[in-house]
């Protein structure tokens, strides 16, 4: 059983708790990228593939598990021998810097790639600055080909979009020209195709170039 931390909202000072994160990323040299997307997106399948390409080029990554309550995702990862610390936020929809700095002390981690995946919500999250270096979201094509449009604050937030389950993608009616469109309108985000099935993985590589990319440049 992981150590849970309990966030307790301190309103007013997350800016103050973002500046510190990054000072402190920047002296470990540590990558930070904040991981959102609705519940269901693929976001915990996703980042598994995604640390295991990382662990095969010798990059370290950690976890930080953003949830209401539980700790299901983190004893997946610890399990699959990945670091990992669980935030259980009791009914708030997003995690802030406060509490990620808290989680972040717990790992121990320096040179290395901590994923932190944010509370399942497509709106919350995009307000609040964690001090991370790379904002991405992870978007299933189950969700629909409209969130763009309907999420505005979210989609002109993000580095990257990671669109998941595309194995799914004529199944679902998926319009990727007009996902693309839409996106476009806020933002010029990079955007990377990704399947993980029984039968392999699909994208994970480019996604973990992008990661790499970033974190050479710390």
Request: charged share 20%; proline share 3%.
């Given at each position: 059983m992981p150590e849970i931390v309990i966030m307790k909202e301190i309103k007013g000072r997350n800016e103050e708790y973002a500046k510190?994160?990054?000072?402190?990323?920047?002296?470990?040299?540590?990558?930070?990228?904040?991981?959102?997307?609705?519940?269901?997106?693929?976001k915990t399948t996703f980042l598994k593939a995604l640390c295991t390409e990382l662990k095969d080029r010798g990059i370290e990554t950690a976890v930080i598990e953003g949830d209401l309550y539980s700790s299901i995702d983190t004893d997946d990862f610890i399990a699959d021998g990945f670091k990992s610390v669980q935030i259980n936020t009791e009914g708030e929809c997003h995690i802030d810097a406060n509490v990620v700095r808290q989680g972040y002390?717990?790992?121990?981690?320096?040179?290395?790639?901590?994923?932190v995946e944010n509370v399942g919500n497509l709106i919350c999250p995009a307000e609040f600055d964690l001090g991370e270096g790379l904002k991405i979201i992870a978007a299933s094509v189950t969700e629909g080909d409209?969130?763009?449009?309907?999420?505005?604050?979210?989609?002109?937030?993000?580095?990257?979009?990671?669109l998941t389950k595309c194995d799914l993608k004529e199944a679902v009616g998926f319009d990727t020209e007009y996902f693309t469109?839409?996106?476009?309108?806020?933002?010029?985000?990079?955007?990377?195709?990704?399947?993980?099935?029984?039968?392999?993985?699909?994208?994970?590589?480019?996604?973990?170039?992008?990661?790499?990319?970033?974190?050479?440049?710390?």
């Open positions: 510190s994160n990054r000072e402190k990323l920047a002296g470990d040299h540590v990558l930070m990228v904040n991981v959102m997307g609705a519940p269901g997106s693929g002390d717990r790992l121990g981690m320096t040179d290395g790639v901590v994923f409209d969130k763009p449009y309907k999420y505005v604050p979210m989609y002109s937030y993000v580095d990257a979009v990671i469109r839409g996106l476009r309108a806020l933002n010029e985000a990079l955007v990377i195709e990704t399947a993980v099935t029984s039968a392999g993985t699909s994208g994970i590589g480019e996604a973990a170039d992008l990661i790499v990319k970033h974190y050479k440049e710390i």
